[in-house]
């Protein structure tokens, strides 16, 4: 088994000859897209449920949008990676990118000819993030390609980095977009995004794949199924696999219970503006962990970070469920938040590193099928019902149980390994 100083020492002398990110052309087209892409769909995360109360004054469609971002992943999940394994991945996306421009830019077009409706507003939120799910269904595998395995946890950390900051860049957008313009019409910063997003992937140029022999190219049921061994077949993959999806569980309860927390847990009320922090906090500690992954890979296996990781993520949830002092829990906030991206980001690393290139779509948009899809809303509604039923720190305390259970997974595993020896266990 390789020692951690001759990993440092292989990893050092790979990055004394690579070139920085930066001077390669294709991840730099690449990062502006999802960039620009990132800073519109901020927007519209805040625009649409918006739009949506004011067409249907409906709390179940506000919701129902709100979701949109998950609820493709459950449905097409498993048929999006199969294509983006058997199309050329950039052409995809560009495609994806053109449609879902086409989608936003109606809302406006309609909202200018009064014949915007309640229903259209829905189907363009579930039509443009089931386009977003090809497109990450490509970007799954054009990143190793773009970057070469050897940069794949830097890169991440600078895309997911970046997407952090857009994120909280584009929600504050949003509220001033809103009171300029009338919200229908603020869809369109994210149709022109999309328009954007489309050109830079168009100019990241490919990378030839070697000579290798045509292969008989299997039907599509068996090509969903081959991406599904694989991932099964894979014991570490397989574990992180359900470690990320007890994450995003613990994710979607913080997220979906915060305003009630804020109020019944910290006494922050209506309007006050201290709520815009604790959201704030979650999502600037995600800048902190893209920061933080490349360092600590440099030093671990993807397998001993989540060792690390997840514990101390289960400690910051009980500071921050078992505290009544709103600054506390901004900061545990906000450090919970670096450990919790640390921990998402590893495992799709990790993922891209180990997994060939024709299984990328397949194996990682299942991945984010059953953590994203799965676990985001299952973590809300179980939050949600629990703190109906028994009260709000009970219901923030589900994030914190299953944090602390995936910590207890990945140390099970781990103490196993070490009484059996060396296996497949370890990355």
Same mark, same amino acid.
């Given at each position: ?46 625009? /649409? ?9 409906? @709390? ?38 053109? &449609?879902?421009?086409?989608? &936003? ?21 579930? /039509? ?30 600078? $895309? ?22 009338? @919200? ?24 030839? %794949? ?56 910290? +006494?922050? %009320? +209506? ?20 920061? /933080? ?11 001993? $970070? ?11 949830? &009980? ?17 919970? +938040? ?17 997994? @060939? ?35 709000? %720190? ?19 595993? %781990? ?6 020896? @060396? ?5």
């Amino acid at each position: 088994m390789t020692s951690s100083a001759e990993k440092q020492t292989v990893a050092d002398s790979e990055n004394s000859t690579r070139p920085p990110l930066g001077k390669l052309r294709g991840f730099r087209f690449f990062f502006l897209s999802r960039t620009i892409s990132g800073l519109g769909s901020a927007v519209t995360t805040v625009v /649409l449920p918006v739009l949506t109360y004011q067409q249907t004054h409906s @709390p179940l469609l506000v919701s129902l949008v709100a979701a949109a971002g998950t609820i493709p992943y459950l449905l097409f999940g498993l048929v999006a990676g199969a294509v983006a394994d058997r199309v050329d991945r950039r052409r995809l996306m560009v495609a994806a990118d053109v &449609l879902g421009a086409a989608a &936003l830019a109606s809302i406006p077009l309609a909202a200018a000819l009064d014949s915007l409706t309640g229903a259209q507003v829905i189907v363009v939120a579930l /039509l443009s993030s089931s386009l977003a799910l090809f497109f990450d269904a490509g970007v799954y595998g054009l990143v190793p390609e773009v970057v070469g395995k050897e940069n794949i946890a830097q890169a991440n950390g600078l $895309i997911y980095g970046a997407e952090s900051i857009v994120r909280i860049t584009g929600t504050a957008l949003a509220g001033g977009l809103m009171v300029l313009l009338d @919200p229908a019409d603020a869809v369109m910063v994210d149709a022109v995004s999309f328009l954007a997003s489309a050109l830079f992937i168009r100019a990241v140029a490919r990378r030839p %794949h070697g000579d290798a022999p045509a292969a008989r190219r299997p039907g599509f049921k068996e090509s969903v199924a081959e991406g599904l061994r694989f991932l099964w077949g894979h014991p570490v993959l397989r574990t992180m696999t359900v470690v990320g999806t007890l994450q995003s569980f613990a994710g979607g309860a913080i997220v979906g219970q915060m305003v009630v927390f804020a109020d019944r847990g910290l +006494g922050i %009320h +209506g309007t006050d503006a201290r709520i815009g922090f604790l959201y704030t906090a979650w999502s600037a500690g995600g800048i902190g962990g893209s920061l /933080l992954l490349p360092r600590l890979r440099r030093r671990l296996d993807a397998f001993r $970070i989540l060792l690390v990781a997840l514990p101390i993520g289960a400690v910051l949830g &009980l500071v921050v469920v078992l505290g009544n002092d709103w600054r506390v829990a901004v900061v545990a906030l906000a450090v919970w +938040g670096s450990a919790y991206l640390v921990v998402l980001v590893n495992t799709m690393t990790y993922s891209q590193e180990v997994t @060939p290139a024709e299984l990328q779509g397949r194996v990682n948009t299942t991945r984010r099928m059953l953590s994203s899809g799965l676990g985001v809303p299952l973590g809300a509604l179980v939050a949600s019902t629990v703190t109906v039923r028994f009260g709000i %720190h009970a219901g923030m305390s589900t994030a914190v149980a299953s944090v602390a259970l995936a910590a207890a997974l990945v140390w099970s595993v %781990h103490v196993r390994q070490l009484v059996r020896g @060396p296996s497949q266990v370890r990355a």
